[in-house]
């Protein structure tokens, strides 16, 4: 079993930053060899992959790059996504994810809502 526990959303202006984190609770040594994911669902539409960093490098949506970094803090097994630049299309709640043993977990979520 996987815990996942996101943080930092909320309300910002077109144009702002957010920076969200994931605690995963798991071994030191699972979550460094992990693969740690960020996805999002906006209402009426379907969850979609943002971010996702590995021992491989880091990837990202075509609808993210340039304005999204994800990034980790293994010593604290944790997952950041700093967002920039931000737009009312990109909200949503934000989802952490990892896939441990065949099976996937997911965080509870966190609302970013980009408005003015």
């Known amino acids: 079993q996987v815990q996942l526990v996101e943080s930092g959303g909320g309300l910002v202006q077109p144009g702002g930053s957010l920076r969200l984190s994931c605690v995963a609770a798991v071994s030191r040594f699972t979550f460094i060899t992990s693969a740690m994911s960020w996805y999002r669902q906006a209402p009426g539409k379907e969850r979609e992959l943002v971010a996702v960093?590995?021992?491989?490098?880091?990837n990202y949506a075509d609808s993210v790059k340039g304005r999204f970094t994800i990034s980790r803090d293994n010593a604290k097994n944790t997952v950041y996504l700093q967002m920039s630049s931000l737009k009312p299309e990109d909200t949503a709640v934000y989802y952490c994810?990892?896939?441990?043993?065949?099976?996937?977990?997911w965080g509870q979520g966190t609302q970013v809502t980009v408005s003015s």
């Open positions: 994810s990892t896939t441990k043993s065949g099976n996937t977990y």
């Open positions: 960093t590995s021992n491989f490098g880091n």
